[in-house]
């Protein structure tokens, strides 16, 4: 949403979440537009943002009469700005009154400040009593008991505090409420101590997160907890998986595995083979060979032994051995048969195999045999294109014209689906239309209304909070607008510029076959829904800056965040095109300004960042978009590593062989949506026909993100 007469420069401000801006913009606005109703509660909800709590009160003051239509949204934000500020009393009220988990959070915190113990105790006693065991309740758990626990310590209740406390420790050690329970324990002392195997636990976990520091502080306290000392080779083994986790020092992770399984011959068999995976994972792959021939000669019998047989073939095949790697995986699933962990992939990658070392009807028979076999739709049509290309390969080109056709029509706008347009191009055979035609059908363009409170949400710019009111009223639109129901929300939700909960939409009520012909005045909106163009005006603007195609940054975004300014990863990624703080950071340094936690997930910021980023991998690889999305997802050292093996097939093989599914997959779907984008955007003319040559010079710099 571009500033227009209708549009204020706030408005735009406050869409793309620069708070400081907007309220710079906002006192730049001359006092009778100020003091407007809607002016007012848009400055309290741009304060909320900016921590200016007090400020919010002042321009909140009376305001539910001048505007009633927000008065449920003016309460709202009344009643955070008290939780900050106070009065703490008239806070704890509105929040009870709620009465939600969230809620009921805050009234306990509201009478904590006001000192009515007794109160917020009862508040966070109905939270704990209600939760079920989702990621959201487990979370509403850890926030709940470390609330309750010093309030009980506070009234003498010790043991609700150490219970609370204990949990704490054990249950969420990854948090930073863990934290503060085992000092509590620590310092009341006595039987209130963890045990020595339960500071094991801890450090257990905090090694799978790659926590080094604090697994280091952990295991100092199990050697300091009373009992007998813990196992030499399993504190070794914690200490190694904490590097090996941090993605750090691979080399040092190895050998501390190896000292583990000195130490606890036992353990040795899942130590060693994670000091191969260790040097696997640091490109030292000749060693990882030898580490992971080891484990499989010394513990034949065990599961990490068919595992490291598995991966020493793998190895091989990523580096390009192509012979070898074949021979390996012979040997691995005679051995294994049909009851083989990884048979499939391993049937898959010798199979590539085979197609790289001129024996493609094999391939061609493995790649059937497999399709034959999968359920996912993806997965399905990379196989049939594999065969395809293996039979073509072949010399077996009426066969593969007739799979390259199929594979065109069934999976329109797909990644293999223009691979396969492209394949019978290069054949000289007749290529199927890009995408079915729905035959024309007569429609009445449905334009819903917004309810009143969420248009003036959306016009003042706070169209994610237009958003969260829009999900409460959901069923009421939808009945008002039955039979089209569906329609009249994705529509709804597309005016108002952002995608989270539209695209969510979109997944229960646009099926797969709706997609599978060209949008036309009928159906379009269901394109529209799950394909969305959210927060246009900032990426059309990265776009232009960085010569991107806008389409390209929606795609990834697509597959990134789903469109959600505040997610966040495992891998501590953020916002809708989920970058991490050091890259952001050395991003931000290079357009000259100063970084902020908060630009990962302010959407403004995060795209800009995100474009620029995806603008230097597009300078890596010769604007390749396969390498480019497979860069984005995997690193482009991993590409960099990738593309020094032997390919003389093509684009398509490579993706193929990407040796990570999650990549592979990736690559795939971006493509895909890359593809569909560019249709919407301007019919068959716009979408780009795939190149399958594979870049040759592409050099690696010295340094790379």
Known sequence: MTATAATPAFATLVRAER????????????????????????????????????????????????????????AAARARAQLSVGPFAEAAQYFERRGDTEALLCAAKAYQSDALLPKARLALDRVLARLGKSKRARDAEVRARALRAPLAAQVGDKGTATADYRWLALAAPLRPESDVALQALESAGGASRLSKSEHLDRASALAEAGRVDATEAELALVAKAPGSPAPIGRLTYLRAFSLYAARGDYTKAAELFERAAREDPESAPQALFYAARSLSRGQLDDRAISGYERVSRQFPKTGWAEQAQYLSARLRFIAGEYLKARSLYDTYLTQYGKRARFGNDASYERALCALETDQPLPA?????????????????????????????LGNQKDKAVAEFSEVA????LSFFGLAARARLGIVGAPQPQLIAESPAAPHTP????????????????????????????????????????????????????????????????????????????????????????????????????????????????????????????EASAYG??????????????????????????????????????????????????????????????????????????????????????????????????????????????AVSALNLDLPRGATKPDKVF
């Open 19 to 74: 708070w400081a801006d907007a309220r710079a913009a906002l006192d730049a606005s001359p006092a009778t537009e100020r003091a407007q109703p809607e002016m007012r509660f848009v400055r309290a909800r741009v304060d909320l943002e900016l921590e200016d709590a007090k400020a919010a009160l002042a321009e909140l003051a009376g305001l539910e009469i001048a505007l009633p239509v927000l008065s449920d949204e003016i």
């Open 364 to 392: 061609a028979a493995t790649f059937e045999h497999l399709a034959a076999r999968a359920d996912d739709r993806h997965v399905k049509a990379r196989l049939h294109y594999l065969e395809a290309l293996s039979r073509a």
């Open 409 to 412: 029509r069934s999976e329109p």
């Open 446 to 569: 449905l334009n819903p209304t917004l309810p009143a409170d969420v248009a003036v949400l959306n016009r003042v710019g706070l169209a994610r909070d237009a958003e969260r009111e829009l999900s409460r009223q959901e069923s009421t639109l939808s009945r008002q607008y039955a039979p089209r129901g569906s329609e009249a929300l994705c529509e709804a939700y597309g005016s108002l510029g952002v995608a989270q909960r539209r695209y969510r939409v979109a997944q229960d009520v646009v099926r797969g076959a709706a997609l599978d012909s060209a949008p036309t005045d009928a159906n379009a909106w269901a394109w529209n829904c799950i394909y969305p163009e959210p927060y246009l005006e900032l990426v059309q603007a990265a776009a232009q800056r960085e010569s991107l195609p806008p389409a390209l940054l929606f795609a990834v975004m697509r597959q990134e965040s789903a469109f959600d300014p505040r997610a966040a990863s």
């Open 576 to 685: 809708l095109l989920q970058l991490i703080a050091p890259t952001a950071r050395r991003i931000a340094d290079q357009l000259h300004e100063p970084f902020v936690e908060s630009a990962l997930v302010t959407p403004d910021s995060n795209v800009r960042y995100g474009a620029h980023y995806i603008a230097q991998l597009s300078g890596y690889f010769g604007g390749n978009l396969a390498l480019v999305a497979a860069s984005y997802n995997a690193g482009p050292e991993a590409v960099f590593r990738w593309l020094s093996t032997p390919e003389k097939i093509g684009i398509d093989a490579f993706v193929a062989r990407i040796p990570f599914d999650q990549t592979r997959s990736y690559v795939e779907r971006v493509l895909g949506n890359l593809a569909r984008y560019q249709y919407l955007s301007g019919g068959e003319k």
